[in-house]
């Protein structure tokens, strides 16, 4: 048996797939139509509170009724698809989205299921997701062996064990740190040595905070989370707040980013199925509207740095207007309110435009980080 296979985890994961494909050939020798239900990600399956972000609730299930055509189609896709997470977990072998998709192109499958677009397979993991649950929960298609590229790092004084067993400390596995494993909640934390992680939307800032030595002037960890963050660095930071490690979120102030720390804090109506993605205690240290535009603005000098919002960013402001976890976030709401009203946004590159020497602009950061983590009674050295 591999080592895989002998995984307590992924032995229940072929259980739950050995029931799915069980339960419909049974069902087929039998001389029925398969039925099969699920919980979509509707609005009326997802409730949302501060508390807690995106939370599933298994309200109105819809089903795939085997007895019309279209709907038979995508059974077949589900089997032909479980089946192949069965064989590579089997083999202790992962596969990539595009993977999946390729898997599509052998000559009598796409003869049958005629799959024309990745999108569509997409949907089929994603389907396979609501279907495959565990305790009333979700099984994420990670835990089929179905994993993104890894997205996003992280640098600080943290040891873990990743999924090879190789046992690493964060501040010295590359000039960026670590690179985000695929399945974070399978990864060992042996040692936590900072008293905070601040998680930076441009990777170049990121970077640059490394690069002037504040995770070891300030005891923190550094993620960098290329834009909007994956699944893998969204259960990464869940992990370190679940060790009580206070989160703090340095972003652009724009709509989208508004956006990125939402999705950080409070998951997404579409996975909310899936658990492990929210930090309801991640904190936003900025860049907010009283940066740059209260009477005590630590970027006030800079107000000349911000550019006009785009007709693409008021629209997206606009909208935000609509999504529970922006406009019932008190702190959210005002941001957007106050950047619609004003039209602008500033970029986490505006602290170049003091024009200050590098080890006057560590200062700064470092001000700037202390004085916003103080904030929320996080102090830091």
Known sequence: MSETLGNPANIKVLDLIDRVLGT??????????????????????????????????????????????????TIAGLVYGLTQFKEHLEQGLSMSLRDFYYLHKVKHVQKVMKITDQSETNRLINLCERIIRHRGASVSREEFGVVSSPKGTFYGDVTVSDLSGKRLNCNSAGEYGWFISSRPFDVDIHDINIDAAVFVEKE??????????????????????????????????????????????????????????????????????????????????????????????????????????????????????????????????????????QKRKGELEAFKAFGYPLVELKKLYIRYLKTKSSEYDVKLI
């Open 24 to 73: 419909i050939a049974d069902t087929i020798d039998d001389g029925e139509f398969p039925e099969i239900g699920y919980y979509g990600s509707s609005k009326k399956n997802v409730n949302y509170t501060e508390e807690k972000g995106y939370i599933s609730v298994d309200d109105k299930a819809s089903f795939i009724d085997g007895r019309k055509v279209e709907s038979a189609k």
């Open 204 to 341: 170049a800032m990121g970077r640059n905070l490394i690069e002037l030595g504040l995770p070891e002037s300030l005891r923190i960890g550094v993620g960098s989370l290329f834009g909007q963050p994956g699944r893998n660095m969204r259960a990464w930071i869940r992990r370190l707040a679940d060790n009580e490690v206070p989160v703090l979120i340095l972003v652009d102030m724009s709509p989208w980013s508004l956006r990125i720390f939402s999705t950080i804090k409070s998951n997404s109506i579409e996975l909310a199925n899936i658990q492990g993605l929210a930090t309801p205690q991640a904190n936003l240290v900025g860049l907010t509207t009283d940066d740059f535009w209260g009477r005590k603005g630590m970027l006030c000098e800079i107000e000349h740095s911000l550019e006009s919002m785009t007709n693409s960013d008021v629209k997206c402001a606009q909208q935000n207007r609509n999504i529970p976890s922006i406009s019932q976030d008190p702190i959210l709401n005002k941001q957007n309110e106050i950047m619609l009203k």
